[in-house]
């Protein structure tokens, strides 16, 4: 069976630190990915999804950048935090093409 | 932007009353998903129905889905405390990527 792995579960960084966001998928090949941030109280905003190895989307501009170096691998990084960074990251991922219903992990609370 | 709009925003129900949970959406879609999120978890998907499909069932859940008023419902029957949640809907129409709404708090009272 599919599994997520999303990591760490919470995270405190101070405003200027860099950040690394890690989410492992196992049990499945070539999946789409996607990373969403959540902010308190409202719905999830597509950051990022990826296709492939190396190919990655960006869907609003900001201060974050994602990669995936590793077929099942999608990592969310930034050089350096701001304070509206601070949210609740979920790492999701689906079959290719339309139709998949979306296996979220556990997310990542992110306080900067 | 939010594709999907919820309605309400917040529910509150006694345990074994039904539960009805309203979304729009505004472009075509391929698919619309519900997803249901405990607090401070991430999300579970629920169930997925397609744009050629006007209604779905699945155990207490039953999804109907109305594209010439681009609209949705969620039904809950006989509902539990263990639903307590907040409950999104979500639309796919572009490459499989999903558009969330904000969601719907859903309390249900023992």
């Known amino acids: 069976s599919q599994t997520i792995h999303q990591w760490p579960a919470t995270l405190v960084q101070p405003v200027g630190s860099p950040l690394s966001l890690e989410c492992t998928v196992e049990?499945?090949?070539?999946?789409?990915l996607y990373w969403y941030r959540q902010a308190a109280g409202r719905g999830l905003q597509l950051l990022f999804y990826?296709?492939?190895?190396?190919?990655i989307s960006s869907e609003v501009p900001q201060n974050l950048s994602a990669s995936r170096p590793q077929d099942r691998q999608f990592i969310l990084s930034s050089k350096k935090l701001l304070l509206r960074d601070s949210g609740f990251y979920l790492c999701?991922?689906?079959?290719f093409g339309s139709g998949y219903g979306y296996t979220f992990g556990s997310g990542t609370r992110l306080t900067v | 932007s939010q594709q999907g709009e919820e309605d309400p925003q917040a529910l509150s129900i006694q345990e074994g009353e039904n539960a009805t949970m309203n979304c729009s959406y505004k472009?075509?879609?391929?698919?619309l998903q519900w997803y249901r999120q405990n607090s401070g978890r991430g999300l579970v998907h629920l169930i997925l129905i397609r744009s050629n499909e006007r209604e779905k069932h699945s155990g207490r859940l039953r999804v109907t889905l109305d594209t010439s008023k681009k609209s949705s419902s969620l039904l809950i029957t006989a509902s539990r405390a263990a639903d307590t949640a907040s409950y999104f809907c979500a639309t796919d129409g572009d490459a499989g990527k999903l558009t969330f709404g904000k969601g719907i708090t859903l309390s249900v009272r023992p």
């Open positions: 049990g499945t090949s070539n999946p789409n």
């Open positions: 990826s296709i492939g190895i190396d190919q």
């Open positions: 999701a991922w689906s079959g």
């Open positions: 472009t075509s879609i391929n698919n």
